[in-house]
C-alpha cells in the first residue's frame, strides 16, 4: 500500500520558515519524482516544487529564491524549505510521486498558514 505522509505545516508569521517533510512508504521511492502542489482555498492545485529522480529541480517562478526541494533516497522522505514566507503563500500543500507520467500518487496534505 502505497503512502505519502506529510508533515510540518502551521502557523508562521510573514517572513518566517517552515520546513515541509513527505515520507513515502510502498513505492521504489529512488525512481519516482518528487513534488509539493498547493492548493489555496477556492483556487486549483498548483505545482510548488518537484525534484526527479536524478536530482534536478524546478519551481513555480513565485517560488524561485525563497523554496527549497530536497529528498533523501536513503529516507525515502522529500522535503521543502519555505523561507520568506507570505501571507499568499497560505494554502495546503500536498506531496506528490509520480513515475514517467503514469503512475501518480497524492498525500492527504498539510496546512500552512502565514498570518500575523
Known amino acids: 500500500q502505497v503512502q505519502l505522509v506529510e508533515s510540518g505545516g502551521g502557523l508562521v508569521q510573514p517572513g518566517g520558515s517552515l520546513r515541509l517533510s513527505c515520507a513515502a512508504s510502498?513505492?521504489?521511492?529512488?525512481?519516482?519524482?518528487m513534488g509539493w502542489y498547493s492548493q489555496a482555498p477556492g483556487k486549483q492545485r498548483e505545482l510548488v516544487a518537484a525534484?526527479?529522480?536524478?536530482?534536478?529541480?524546478n519551481y513555480a517562478d513565485s517560488m524561485k529564491g525563497r523554496f527549497t526541494i530536497s529528498r533523501d533516497n536513503a529516507k525515502n522522505t522529500v522535503f521543502l524549505q519555505m523561507n520568506s514566507l507570505k501571507p499568499e503563500d497560505t494554502a495546503v500543500y500536498y506531496c506528490?510521486?509520480?513515475?514517467?507520467?503514469?503512475?501518480?500518487?497524492w498525500g492527504k496534505g498539510t496546512l500552512v498558514t502565514v498570518s500575523s
Open positions: 506528490n510521486a509520480k513515475l514517467q507520467s503514469v503512475i501518480n500518487y
Open positions: 510502498g513505492i521504489t521511492f529512488g525512481a519516482y519524482t
Open positions: 525534484i526527479t529522480s536524478g536530482g534536478s529541480t
